[in-house]
Every structure is written in C-alpha cells, then in structure tokens.
C-alpha cells in the first residue's frame, strides 16, 4: 500500500461547479499537507499547504484536513476552465530532516465551459 | 528566465544506450532532486542532494545514477536505458530553510522515450 492514496480520475466538470479532490494516507506523522498543480506540459507548482488539521481558504479554494481519519479534500469553487490540470496532493512529516515529500497519483480535472 | 531549467525537453533513444539528463537551477537552493512521473503513478522519488557532497537514493533509483556538479547543477543518468525508463522525468530544488513543508520548485520536464 502507497503512503499517499489518490484518485486519478479523470474528472470532468461544467463551469462553475464545485470540485472536490481528495487524498487518504498511512503515515500518521504526516503534518504538512500539500497540494499542486500542474498543467499540461509543465512541472508541479504549489497551490496550497496546510499545517495540521483544519481548513485553509484562498481565493476559490480551501484546502481541508482530517488528521483523525486520515484524509484532506481540496475544494475548489465556483470553477473555471483554466483550472483544468491535473492536481497532486503531498505531504510530509514534521520530524524529517531529510524534508522528503510524498506525492499522491494526481487527480486529472478538466473543466468545460 | 527560467529559475529550473532542464535539458533536453525531448529525447528518443535506443535500448542500451547512456543517456544523461541535465538540470540547472538559479534559486540558489541547495536542495535539489529527480522524478520519473509515469501515467497512473505519480510522481516517484529517483535520487535527491542536499548539498554538493550528500547524494541520497530515493524510492527507485536502481537503473539511474547521478552528479551534483555545483550548487546549480545535478545530472541524471541512465547507463543503459530500457524501455520501462519512458517516462517524464523532473528536476526539482528546495530551500531546508523556507519552511517546514519544503516548497519544492519543478523544473519543465524532460521526456524521455526508449525503444
């Protein structure tokens, strides 16, 4: 079983919807949680972290996390077709000094207007 | 100017033969590292620096070997490419100091196909 679990999807979505993306984990030490982005032909960039449980808003996306089961939710609101990418969820534990990420799948979305 | 940059963006290579990836960085990170992203498996951990003199082997480094050449550089090898090493393979830099959930920065990518 990988650390980090992650629908790939695909995920198809009209304008204007609402999208959830979702990713479950193994490694209770994890407590930076990550997600990117990343558009077609291009490397990952980071779109949010969160610091433990609890939410985290910007703009049209909050980012949720669920220590006690073990699971985070990106939701995006109000969605537009230049979110179409595909979004990996990361993550890392406190103690490491090694800083080493670990990735889930990714989740392809596509948004059509 | 790109901060991550790699080189080439595209290679077709034959089974047997050495390739070597490149990556330069001006972020001034000493943390740099290398991905494989294969459809359906995200991205893995090949070998990752953390300084000049530290190389540390990631999730799946059999096959790949490499060379942190300065700060700015480090190179990905594979000395004799088979065709499971198609994939698309990121370079990527981070800074021990910017936070503790260690921001990492990709660079555009290079794909890699063996035949």
């Known amino acids: 079983q990988k650390e980090v679990e992650q629908d790939p999807g695909p995920l198809s979505v009209p304008e204007g919807a609402i999208v959830s993306l979702n990713c479950t984990y193994s490694?209770?030490?994890?407590?930076?949680f990550m997600w990117y982005r990343q558009y077609s032909r291009k490397g990952p960039e980071l779109l949010m972290y969160?610091?433990?449980?609890g939410n985290k808003e910007d703009g049209r996306f909050t980012a949720q996390v669920d220590k006690s089961s073990k699971y985070i939710s990106l939701f995006i609101r109000d969605s537009q077709p230049s979110d179409s990418a595909t979004y990996l969820c990361?993550?890392?534990?406190?103690?490491?000094?090694?800083?080493?990420?670990?990735f889930g799948r990714g989740t392809q979305l596509t948004v059509w207007p | 100017d790109a901060d991550v940059t790699q080189t080439p963006r595209n290679r077709i290579t034959k089974t047997g033969k050495r390739i070597m990836l490149e990556c330069s960085q001006t972020k001034g990170h000493d943390r740099m590292y290398w991905y494989r992203q294969d459809p359906g498996l995200g991205l893995r951990l090949i070998y990752y620096?953390?300084?000049?003199?530290?190389?540390n082997k990631g999730e799946i480094s059999d096959g790949y070997s490499v060379s942190r050449q300065a700060q700015a550089k480090f190179s990905l090898s594979l000395e004799s490419a088979i065709p499971n090493q198609t994939a698309l393979y990121f370079c990527?830099?981070?800074?021990?100091?910017?936070?503790?959930?260690?921001?990492?920065?990709f660079g555009p990518g290079t794909r890699l196909t063996v035949l």
């Open positions: 969160t610091y433990s449980s």
């Open positions: 990361a993550m890392k534990d406190r103690g490491s000094t090694l800083g080493r990420l670990y």
């Open positions: 490694n209770s030490a994890f407590q930076y």
């Open positions: 990527a830099t981070s800074d021990p100091l910017a936070g503790g959930y260690n921001e990492q920065f």
């Open positions: 620096s953390f300084d000049v003199k530290d190389i």
